[in-house]
């Protein structure tokens, strides 16, 4: 059966603008991290893309190494967008970045032209795609001189592979030094990706200034904290969960009882204000200077209950402090 996305799609979603740019991000956004590798299921995956359009996503952010394996998160997508949705893709704002590891050899990683180039190719080419709407960098390269990654985000732009063009995990002082540089080449930068959550906040120490005062907007990846911030570990490690998941970037570690007491405290705030812990947590993020959540998911029901949050999106001043001292 064709799909045809729902009509009312845009009548709830709300759209931010990225920095001083004349582009609109939804408020919260899709990320293909995990869920669309080869490993995955290919229905649930389009379930998940075609149901986050119909709730308003319109954006979808890839990257080339998203898998696993490396590339199949994007040819998933190109495959959903050919069968699904290409006839609405002047509505959708498809991403991809380059930066980490994708292919063997002194080519296939970091931040030279050569690799930058290649990998938008391919990225293209399996997306069945002319242009990407967003190409980041994915990491500085420490090996690179900085104008040559740079340049070449400029070059996909004049090439038209790229209407504009995006940092992720810089730090505020390379943030600042890739905006004189873009302003010089009159690039549009218009976004940084950062990893934000209530348990990690770095981009409050400079970088939210800096994208401030470049007129560039952000959109935060890991707003839930990889699972921590939802009713998951509520009672512990369950077996199931991403944190016994050795391929995973989330640890047992790393969810020490003290953490635990944290988020059952939270758990308790986000249910006097009538949401999920990760219906508040979605929020919080959003409650400043950042212009997009950045969620995963891994079936249709978490994309549902997260854009949900948006019904609720204030804070009184007295919630903010409680999180405040929950989170010391």
């Given amino acids: 059966m064709t ?23 939804p408020a919260i956004s899709l990320g293909l991290w995990h869920n669309f590798g080869d490993v ?39 495959r959903i967008l050919k069968e699904e949705l290409m006839p609405y893709r002047d509505e959708l704002i498809i991403s991809s970045k ?5 292919w063997p050899g002194p080519y296939g ?13 391919q990225s293209l080419n399996r997306l069945g795609l002319d242009y990407v709407d967003i190409f980041y960098h994915h990491r500085p ?47 549009p930068f218009v976004i940084h990706q950062p990893r934000y959550n209530m348990f990690d906040r770095w981009v409050e120490d400079g970088l939210l200034d800096v994208l401030e005062d470049a007129g560039a907007g952000s959109i935060a ?25 050795p391929t ?19 758990n308790e705030l986000a249910a006097e204000r009538g949401q999920s812990l990760a219906q508040m947590s979605i929020v919080w993020v959003l409650r400043d200077r950042v212009t997009s959540a950045l969620i995963g998911a891994s079936k249709v029901e978490q994309i549902v209950e997260n854009v949900k949050a948006l019904d609720h999106m204030e804070f009184t001043a007295e919630e903010l402090k409680r999180i405040e001292e929950i989170l010391k």
């Fill in 40 to 78: 995955d299921n290919y229905i649930n995956m389009k379930n998940m893309v075609t149901k986050a359009f119909d709730l308003g996503i319109t954006h979808f952010d890839l990257a080339n190494n998203y898998g696993p394996n490396p590339g199949s998160a994007e040819k998933n997508f190109g």
């Fill in 109 to 121: 990683d970091h931040g030279s032209k050569k690799y930058l180039v290649s990998s938008l190719d």
């Fill in 248 to 266: 995973a970037a989330l640890k047992v570690k790393d969810i020490t009882e003290e953490k635990l007491e944290k988020v059952r405290k939270l």
């Fill in 3 to 25: 799909y045809l996305a729902d009509d009312k799609r845009y009548d709830t979603m709300k759209y931010r603008r990225l920095g001083k740019s004349g582009l609109l991000l």
């Fill in 221 to 245: 990846f890991v707003p839930l904290a990889q699972g921590v911030l939802t009713n998951k570990y509520l009672k512990g490690i369950p077996e199931d969960s991403r944190a016994n998941n």
């Fill in 141 to 187: 390269d420490p090996d690179t001189n900085l104008e040559e990654s740079l340049m070449t985000l400029d070059l996909m732009v004049r090439q038209g592979k790229a209407l504009y063009v995006g940092l992720s995990n810089y730090n505020a002082e390379q943030t600042a030094k890739a905006v004189e540089i873009f302003k010089e080449l009159r690039t």
């Fill in 98 to 102: 380059a930066g980490y590891t994708m």
